[in-house]
C-alpha cells in the first residue's frame, strides 16, 4: 500500500467529514482517500481494525443513548 504525502491530509480531512463514533462512517470516509488498489484493501482493514479505536463497537449504542 502506497501512500502519498499529501495522504494524511486527505484522512483528516476525511474523518473531519464523518461522524468519528460511527465506525462504519470513519472506516469508508478513510477507505475512500487511502485505498487506491483492490489489493490494499485487505491491509487497510487489518491496519483500521489495529489502530482506528478497536473499542469504538461498543461506543455507538452508548452514544446513541
Do not use: N
Not at 490494499?40 to 473499542?55: N, R, S, T, V
Request: aromatic share 10%.
Amino acid at each position: 500500500m502506497r501512500l502519498r504525502p499529501a495522504s494524511g491530509l486527505e484522512a483528516i480531512a476525511a474523518a473531519a467529514s464523518v461522524d468519528i463514533l460511527h465506525r462504519d462512517e470513519l472506516f469508508w470516509a478513510l477507505h475512500a482517500v487511502l485505498v487506491k488498489r483492490p489489493e490494499d484493501f485487505a491491509l487497510y482493514e487489518q491496519a483500521f481494525g489495529l489502530f482506528c479505536f478497536p473499542g469504538l463497537k461498543g461506543l455507538e449504542s452508548i452514544a446513541l443513548g
